[in-house]
């Protein structure tokens, strides 16, 4: 028996913008608790973007993350920045464009 399933191709509305090559570093210190870092991945998974990079170091009850991600264009860059912020437990956010040879994790090792 065969089953023959139609599929449709993704109409331009529903396409992504993206930024190809750039990069982004999110470095956030917030409190050491465990629904720190899933809250901050869902602002990246839920465009159905993998970072890069990501990085914590617990400090006493202070978390560092420094995370990285890919092609994501300012206004969506601003627009995570932002949300981030919001979340309860996150202190502090500061949002920058990688050169082509910076990573993120250099970011919380500068801190």
Not at 12 to 32: C, E, I, K, M, N
Request: proline share 5%; hydrophobic share 50%; net charge negative.
């Amino acid at each position: 028996m065969s089953v023959t399933v139609k599929t449709t191709a993704a109409s331009a509305s529903d396409a992504r913008v993206t930024a190809p090559g750039r990069r982004v570093a999110f470095s956030l210190v917030a409190d050491a608790d465990p629904g720190t870092l899933p809250r901050i991945l869902e602002f990246v998974a839920k465009r159905g973007l993998v970072p890069l990079a990501l990085h914590s170091r617990l400090t006493d009850d202070t978390l560092a993350i420094a995370m990285e991600v890919g092609d994501l264009p300012q206004a969506e860059t601003d627009h995570i920045g932002r949300c981030l912020g919001q979340i309860p437990m996150v202190a502090r956010v500061i949002v920058a464009e990688l050169a082509a040879t910076a990573s993120a994790a250099e970011l919380v090792a500068a801190e």
